[in-house]
């Protein structure tokens, strides 16, 4: 059975692809070497559209207003733009409300976009430019460690990772946010409260790594300026060894969040970055693998949701559960020593 894969290496090549979801313009050349936060791409964005029914002001046919219509799809009108002249002793002149961009023309009417917005889209990682994508972004390439984690709260950021967990299971609190660690990402534990994410937005600090997370403060932590990862599970859970020891190992490194939310379906996670120096790219990870014993595995319901231990078993056949339900599944010896029978479908590979 396939199984999905979430990656937690401390050394492989790291290959992203950067798209922008329409077209746009790429503002970055091949080879180019580029930090996390660096711009990559651009596009413009209507924030509204407006539609302008030429034929139903002037009471005509639709291939009569447009032969009246002046305007050209793309190009920008200003407020009070005439964009049909309906003729006559007395013309019936056709303006558009508000300054925009011809969008469509045809059928008697004009589409308009207005309240342009940029979109700019970042790099995410740090790395080098190794393939353009024409109006739609880049592929970028790196080598370092890499921690993909459960949430994120759609920031970017790049700082000195510096370690206030002293153990898996710490708690992360307010009192012990200081100065001292301003502009730096802090690898921490369970954050419980909302004065520890005010606390570090105040320093200000450039991310938080957390192994858990409070499920209420999820809405204040997507408000937070600064990017959070979390590791493993909503609720009071350990960091999972295997992340805990390459990040505390890398303590004082430069170290990039990209807290992008996860996406099952484009198979993007959260993650940390971690550039390190190589004589020769290691191989890139497998974004899917096939259960196996032996393997790291992550739980991902209830009761052990979040939890992460080794696949010892898979079990043949079919597996009778006690709600009664006949599934696939494997045994799973979880890091405090506990096994457990859980249906595959539950599961993630780890590595």
């Known amino acids: 059975m396939l199984a999905p894969v979430t990656h937690i290496l401390a050394l492989t090549t790291i290959i992203r692809k950067r798209l922008l979801p329409a077209p746009g313009r ?103 430019i190794v393939e353009i994508v024409q109006n739609r972004g880049v592929v970028i390439q790196t080598s370092g460690a890499l921690i ?46 909302a004065e520890t994410l005010k606390a570090a937005a105040e320093l200000p600090v450039r991310g938080l790594i957390l192994s858990s997370i409070l499920p209420a403060l999820l809405p204040l932590a997507r408000q937070m300026r600064y990017p959070i990862l979390v590791t493993d599970s909503f609720g009071r859970q350990p960091m ?54 032996g393997q790291q595995v992550r739980l991902r319901r209830a009761p052990h949701a979040g939890a992460v231990g080794t696949l010892v078993n898979l079990r043949a056949g079919l597996t009778t559960l006690p709600n009664g339900l006949r599934v696939a599944a494997g045994e799973v010896r979880l890091e405090n020593g506990e096994q457990t029978i859980v249906p595959l479908v539950n599961l993630e590979v780890v590595g």
């Open 26 to 128: 790429v503002v970055v050349k091949l080879n180019q070497k580029v930090s996390a936060t660096d711009v990559v791409a651009e596009a413009d964005f209507a924030r509204e559209h407006v539609l302008i029914e030429v034929a139903r002001v002037l009471g005509i046919s639709g291939d009569a207003a447009d032969r009246l219509i002046t305007c050209k799809v793309g190009e920008k009108l200003a407020e009070g733009a005439v964009v049909a002249d309906g003729g006559g002793l007395f013309p019936r002149l056709i303006r558009v409300p508000r300054a925009g961009r011809v969008k469509a023309v045809g059928g008697g009417q004009v589409l308009l976009d207005v309240g342009d917005t940029g979109l700019e889209l970042r790099a995410g990682i740090p790395g080098e």
């Open 148 to 193: 993909q984690g459960v949430w994120g709260n759609s920031r970017i950021d790049t700082g000195l990772l510096l370690s206030l967990a002293d153990k898996p299971d710490d708690v992360l609190e307010a009192r012990r946010l200081d100065v001292s660690l301003r502009g730096s990402i802090l690898l921490a534990g369970y954050c419980q409260d």
């Open 240 to 293: 999972n060894l295997t992340a805990f020891k390459i990040l505390s190992t890398n303590s004082k490194r430069e170290i990039t969040i990209n807290a992008e939310p996860y996406d099952r379906y484009s198979g993007t996670h959260p993650e940390a970055v971690i550039p390190l120096p190589v004589t020769q790219n290691p191989s890139p990870p497998r974004d899917v693998e096939t259960f196996a014993p």
